[in-house]
Structures are given as structure tokens and as C-alpha cells.
């Protein structure tokens, strides 16, 4: 397969699978929002889980985006060194974003800074946001789409502590940044939280944990537990979906981490709403793909 | 049984709604946020639609414009606390009766409800398809020049809904109520997670001893 033909498969492929990301759930947040469900209790959750899941079915049968806010692109991408047309990569998500803005249609979502414009077709200045992850050796191409809605980003913060502010200081900022800024994003929220050693790769990490697929765990006992137990505090507030009252203000908090400087203790908190539209895809060397985050979908 | 209220609206069809009350609206729905409170509260102009007895929608719908009709293929609500500077002047002028968003309000708004006998609801985020199929039909445009999201879309809904008081007209506010629940909550529910916490600044020793 020659350069063209790698460049023209992953854009129509991908353009495929943006309109499938943006009106589909993947396969473990439907499950977990399923399960969510059934334990409210009040009528208005109620109500409230009736309609996401209306809209979802509607979306689905009329095949449009099943929110109006299709956000801002962006792919998390992990590259096998040994893949063979990683230069054509960047061009056709360029491509494919700026086809599906049309072809979906999706929302135009991008400005560039001081010019103060809408682009018009979802790209712009680093956006599509693309983030580079090398892997040594390996011989495919996985994308993770995701696609960022204005409410949610909007509680997003970072801060560096000292250490001697311990611990602690994370548990209050991630209830500070759900209880005080969350409820507002679309809750259950897939709460993101990245512990580093500086600003950026905190922001970078808290990222990368909400796009974890949910039921998996921070590697250390202790960062485990954390995960939990900040899980089952915040939803012991009783803050439920919308805001509006009831048993789970999130489906799950991930925690990323990365070695720190014995002088700060970084954290980074990112939400993801209820309508988190993650699309996971794996290309081979001749272009061939597996979808992982739809069971039994088809392009 | 579901409750459906009707354009246009008497302050007795809303009056003895409380906040948590959920109803449907039928009739017809107009499209208002950022630029069209700007207009009418700050540049002086007069509203092309007469919202007295009416209902508002904060949302910028994405619509299909032809030549014959304009079909809606996308609307949901949008932040309504984007519009608290201005939806107390909003409701004073126009004398609208029914607010519609996302999130709640803030005090001024909710004073305006009580004064002037009005409500805002919340209808659930990001269930765009499903509002939109509520949409039988757009009648008209105005201020189209303000582009797609910004133009007051007059739209003719059937059981548009589900819509949940979140302010009466006696003036209760639930999200001021429950922001102010959940803050005197959270303390009580830090403790014992900041009390766990407390020994991870310790270094870790080897398990050597097994
Ligand atoms: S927070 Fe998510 S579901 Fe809610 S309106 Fe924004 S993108 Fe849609």
C-alpha cells in the first residue's frame, strides 16, 4: 500500500467513525450509565435518565450527534514505531475532521485566539488536538477520538501543592472542582485525575485517565483505593445527574500518575459528562481496522 | 399522568407549579440566549416576537434551512446561567412566562419569577435529538442576522419536555438550595477519605521481613 492509498483509507475510515463516536456511547459507559439507572430512585432522575436514554435511541435511529455541543476533536493516539504511514497520519485527521463537520453535520466548534473567528470546519490553530504516544517495536496505529463539549471542559483546573499540604489538599480540590463547577457539566461525570509533577503533565494525565475504559485501576494499591473512595465520597453528596438531586454524580474517578519532584505534588482535575463520546479504533499495517469501543459496529 | 401546559400561558397554569415539578409544553417554543437579552435589555429594541404569555428556550439549535422549510435537526438548552445579568430586565419587558435551559439561575431571576409571575425550568442536557423531535415545525426566523445559534427561531412544539422547575413563582430556587445541600455535606464526607490519606506522605518500607 502506497502513501495515497494509506492517506485515502484512514480518511474515509475515520470520517466513518466520527459520525458513528458522535451519536454512540461506547459499549462501557452505556453499560454503566444502564446500571446507574436503575439505582436512582427519585422520580426526577428518573425522568432525567428516561430522556438520556430516549435520546440516545433517537440519535441512533436518525443517525445524528446525540448532543448539539460536539466539541472540540481530539485524538489521543498510540504508534507503533514499526507502523508504516505514520507521516500521513496527522494530514488525514485533518482531513477527516473537516469532512465529517460537514458530512455529520458537527457543531463548528473552533476560534482561533486574537483572530476571534469561527473557522468553520473544526480546525484551526493545534486543533484537532493531537497527542503522540510512541510505542517501541509496535506495528499499529490505535486512535482514541474524544470528543470535548464546552460544558464539560469547564470545570477543568490544575494546581501545584507543597508537600506538606499532603494528600488532602488532592481530596479537596477534586471535591472542590466536582461539588462546585461539576454539577454543571452533564453529570455522572467520568472524573479524571492526574498527579504529576508539574501543571502540564497533571492537566496531561487527568486527561488521560478519564479516557481510561471504565472498570480498570491505578496500578498502586493505595491510588486504587483513592480512586474508590473519592468515587463513593462524591457521590455521597448526594449530587446525582443534571445536579438535581440523587445517587451518583459520576460513573467512575481514574487516577493517572507520573513520578513527582520531592518539592510539589501537582494535580490536574478533568470531567467527562455522561454523554462521553470516546471512540476507540486500531489500525494494521495495510490500513485494516478493529473497532474496540462498539461491539458489533460496522462502518 | 403527564402534565402538559399549553401556549399561551396564564399565571394560573403556572402558579401552583413547585420547583421539582415536571410538566410538558405545547404550542409554541422561541429561541432566545446571549445576543437576543442583549438587544432587548441593553440596546433598547423591541422583540419582533411578543413573548407576553410565552415561552422562552435558551439553546442555539443547528437547523437545516431550505428553500420550502427549515427542518431542526439539533436543539438543545444551553447554560441558562449565562443569561442571569440580564433575564430579570428580560422577564420585566417582555413579560414571558416560561424560561427554559440548562443549570439553574441566580437570585435576580428568581426574584423576577415571584414579582412577575414567571418560571424557569430545566430541561435534561445534551438530549438534543429528542428535543428536537419534539419540534413539529419552525414557523418563522427573526434577527437571523445575529446567525444560526443567536436568532430567535419561533418553533411550534408538541409535549416539549421533559421540563423540571428549577424556579417558581413564589420565588424558590432548587439549585441555590441544593448547591448550598451539597456544600454542607461535603466536609462531613471529606473526613474519613482525608483521614486515610493521612500516612501517603510516609516513605513506603520493603516488605523484607517475609
Ligand atoms: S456537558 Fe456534555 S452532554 Fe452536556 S451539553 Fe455539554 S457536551 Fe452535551
Redesign the pocket.
Known amino acids: 500500500m502506497n502513501k495515497t492509498e494509506a492517506k485515502q483509507a484512514l480518511m474515509d475510515t475515520m470520517e466513518k467513525f466520527l459520525a458513528l463516536a458522535s451519536r454512540r456511547l461506547p459499549d462501557d459507559v452505556y453499560e454503566k450509565l444502564t446500571e446507574l439507572r436503575d439505582k436512582e430512585t427519585s422520580p426526577m432522575q428518573k425522568v432525567i435518565y428516561d430522556a438520556y436514554f430516549q435520546n440516545l435511541e433517537e440519535a441512533e435511529k436518525l443517525k445524528r450527534p446525540s ?3 460536539t ?1 472540540q476533536l481530539h485524538y489521543y493516539i498510540k504508534a507503533g514505531t514499526a507502523f508504516p504511514h505514520l507521516d500521513i497520519v496527522e494530514e488525514s485527521l485533518q482531513e477527516a475532521t473537516k469532512r465529517a463537520t460537514m458530512s455529520v453535520p458537527l457543531r463548528q466548534n473552533t476560534i482561533n485566539y486574537f483572530e476571534e473567528k469561527n473557522t468553520g470546519d473544526n480546525t484551526g490553530e493545534r486543533i484537532p488536538w493531537i497527542n503522540w504516544d510512541i510505542v517501541s517495536g509496535g506495528d499499529e496505529l490505535e486512535i482514541i477520538v474524544y ?1 470535548a ?4 471542559c469547564l470545570p477543568g483546573k490544575a494546581q501545584v501543592f507543597k508537600p506538606s499540604d499532603g494528600y488532602g489538599a488532592i481530596v479537596k480540590y477534586v471535591f472542590e472542582a466536582v461539588a462546585d463547577l461539576g454539577i454543571n ?2 453529570p455522572p461525570l467520568i472524573v479524571g485525575v492526574g498527579l504529576g509533577q508539574n501543571v502540564e503533565n497533571a492537566a496531561l494525565l487527568s486527561k488521560k485517565a478519564y479516557l481510561r475504559p471504565l472498570g480498570t485501576h491505578h496500578p498502586h494499591p493505595k491510588g486504587a483505593r483513592l480512586e474508590k473512595e473519592l468515587l463513593e465520597g462524591l457521590n455521597a453528596l448526594g449530587i446525582g445527574a443534571q445536579g438535581m438531586r440523587g445517587e451518583n454524580v459520576a460513573m467512575a474517578v481514574h487516577i493517572e500518575s507520573s513520578g513527582r519532584h520531592p518539592a510539589t505534588l501537582a494535580v490536574g482535575v478533568n470531567m467527562a ?3 462521553h463520546r470516546r471512540g476507540v479504533i486500531r489500525f494494521q499495517k495495510d490500513m485494516s481496522y478493529e473497532i474496540l469501543t462498539y461491539r458489533g459496529a460496522q462502518l | 399522568m403527564k402534565k402538559i401546559i399549553t401556549t399561551p400561558i396564564g399565571i394560573a397554569d403556572i402558579a401552583n407549579l413547585r420547583i421539582g415539578d415536571i410538566f410538558y409544553l405545547s404550542g409554541y417554543l422561541v429561541t432566545g440566549r446571549d445576543d437576543v437579552h442583549h438587544r432587548i435589555v441593553h440596546e433598547g429594541l423591541v422583540s419582533p416576537y411578543d413573548f407576553k404569555d410565552m415561552a422562552l428556550l435558551h439553546a442555539g439549535p443547528i437547523v437545516k434551512e431550505g428553500a420550502k422549510e427549515n427542518v431542526m435537526i439539533s436543539i ?1 438548552p444551553t447554560s441558562s446561567i449565562r443569561m442571569e445579568a440580564d433575564e430579570a430586565a428580560f422577564i420585566e419587558k417582555t413579560g414571558v412566562r416560561i424560561i427554559i435551559g ?1 443549570g439553574g439561575m441566580g437570585e435576580k431571576t428568581a426574584e423576577a419569577c415571584k414579582k412577575f409571575g414567571a418560571i424557569h425550568c430545566v430541561f435534561p ?2 438530549c ?1 435529538v429528542t428535543a428536537a423531535s419534539q419540534v413539529e415545525k419552525i414557523e418563522t426566523v427573526y434577527w437571523r442576522e445575529l446567525g444560526m445559534p443567536e436568532s430567535l427561531w419561533v418553533m411550534k412544539v408538541k409535549e416539549f419536555g421533559p421540563l423540571i422547575v428549577s424556579i417558581d413563582t413564589a420565588g424558590n430556587n432548587m439549585f441555590v438550595e441544593n448547591k448550598r445541600y451539597y456544600a454542607a455535606r461535603k466536609e462531613e464526607v471529606m473526613k474519613p477519605i482525608l483521614q486515610n490519606v493521612k500516612g501517603h506522605m510516609n516513605i513506603e518500607q520493603e516488605e523484607t521481613d517475609k
Open positions: 448532543c448539539q455541543d466539541g470528543f463539549g464546552g460544558g464539560c457539566a452533564c459528562c455522561y454523554a | 438543545g440548562k442536557g445534551g438534543a
